[in-house]
Each structure stands twice: as structure tokens, then as C-alpha cells.
């Protein structure tokens, strides 16, 4: 695990060291889970047993998104069979 991190805060050092890193952290285990009109349902979640689960996540700035994509290329995560989605974030007011 101690290896896995480490090669976890090299890649980090060097997006923040291009300036790219925005923003960072990691998500709680525990929540809760809304769904229907105004989350009249209300169960406790996100479950280990889901098909996919959301640890943390990156804000990165980039020019592109092929160079964010390029940036998560290098996410040591993908050599342990994690997913990495690469997504743009929309400016306020887009709808």
C-alpha cells in the first residue's frame, strides 16, 4: 500500500508542479443516496457492492480535454484495475 501511495503523490507532484492541479480530496465512504421527486427516497450509500464507486477525484485545469486525458494517462491507479474518468466541467450558466 505504502507503494501504491507513493506513486500515487509523485504523479500529483508533477501535474502540481505544471500547475494543473485545481483542486483534490477524497470522499467519505458513507452518505446518503437520493432518488425520486424531491428524494423521497432516501437510503444510506454508496455500497462497496456497487458496480462503481467514486474514492476521490482531481480538478485539474487544462487547455483540451485530450490534455487532461493525457494527464490521466499517467494516473498510477490504472495498473490496479481502477477506473479514471476524464470528464469537462461546466462553466455557470451552460445548461
Known amino acids: 500500500m505504502r507503494h501504491i501511495m507513493s506513486r500515487f503523490m509523485a504523479w500529483m507532484e508533477g501535474l502540481t508542479a505544471k500547475g494543473m492541479v485545481a483542486g483534490t480530496n477524497g470522499l467519505e465512504p458513507a452518505g446518503k443516496v437520493l432518488r ?18 467514486v474514492g476521490g477525484y482531481v480538478l485539474i485545469n487544462a487547455d483540451s480535454l485530450e490534455q487532461a486525458l493525457e494527464a490521466a494517462r499517467d494516473c498510477p491507479g490504472l495498473e490496479y484495475r481502477m477506473a479514471v474518468e476524464v470528464r469537462p466541467v461546466k462553466q455557470r450558466g451552460e445548461v
Open 36 to 53: 425520486g421527486p424531491r428524494g423521497v427516497s432516501l437510503t444510506d450509500g454508496p455500497y462497496a457492492e456497487a458496480k462503481e464507486i
